[in-house]
């Protein structure tokens, strides 16, 4: 069966810190990939999403990136963090367009 | 994506059957109804998804209208464990999901 993982749970960073946050999938191949952002009392915010290997689509332009270097792994990173960055980040899979699964997420607090 | 219109709280009885509405007028001919709830401090997670007929499986029903304008989510029987807020999506094509405010639905022991 397909799983994800997402790591770390909670995270505690200064601002002007890098971050980088992973995801992997296992039990499927070629999956859709995304990382969603939920600030506190906010709705959940596509942030990047990738169809394939390399090709990573940016729906927020901000201080953040993605990559795929790896099939069923996908990476959203920063330089310099943000007070604004916190939140509770997301990754989901799906095998299309539909059935996404989420990770269980990691929780920011930029200070 | 197509606009939907969920209303902001509901609140439910435990045992007793709920029904979530939404309505996404502007909804294409082709495009899937979602729905996809999320339980305090998780991300969310699939429930039920439909295109003209209605839809059932083992957490939920999808009543969708004949017009495909709007679309009812319903829980049989509302235990405590299925407080959360839940989504409607109608999204347009082969887009990624884009969730909007969700109804909060609180069940009551």
């Not at chain 1, 200064?14 to 999956?31: F, M, R, Y």
């Not at chain 1, 959203?76 to 095998?95: Q, V």
């Not at chain 2, 939404?22 to 001919?29: A, F, R, W």
């Amino acid at each position: 069966s397909q799983t994800i993982h997402q790591w770390p749970a909670t995270l505690v960073q200064p601002v002007g810190s890098p971050l980088s946050l992973e995801c992997t999938v296992e039990g499927t191949s070629n999956p859709n990939l995304y990382w969603y952002r939920q600030a506190a009392g906010r709705g959940l915010q596509l942030l990047f999403y990738s169809v394939g290997i390399g090709q990573i689509s940016s729906e927020v332009p901000q201080n953040l990136s993605a990559s795929r270097p790896q099939d069923r792994q996908f990476i959203l990173s920063s330089k310099k963090l943000l007070l604004s960055d916190s939140g509770f980040y997301l990754c989901a899979w799906s095998p299309g367009y539909y059935g996404y699964t989420f990770g269980s997420g990691t929780r920011l607090t930029v200070v | 994506d197509a606009k939907t219109t969920q209303p902001n709280s509901m609140e439910s009885n435990e045992e007793e059957p709920v029904h979530l509405p939404c309505n996404h007028s502007t909804i294409s001919g082709t495009d899937y109804i979602h729905w996809y709830r999320q339980l305090p401090s998780q991300g969310p997670e699939y429930v039920i998804h439909g295109l003209t007929s209605n839809v059932n499986n083992r957490m939920a029903s999808l009543a969708i209208a004949e017009d495909r304008k709007s679309s009812t989510l319903i829980l049989h029987r509302a235990t405590l464990r299925d407080a959360a807020v839940y989504y409607c999506i109608p999204p347009s094509g082969n887009t990624p999901l884009v969730f909007g405010k969700g109804t909060r639905l609180s069940v009551i022991a």
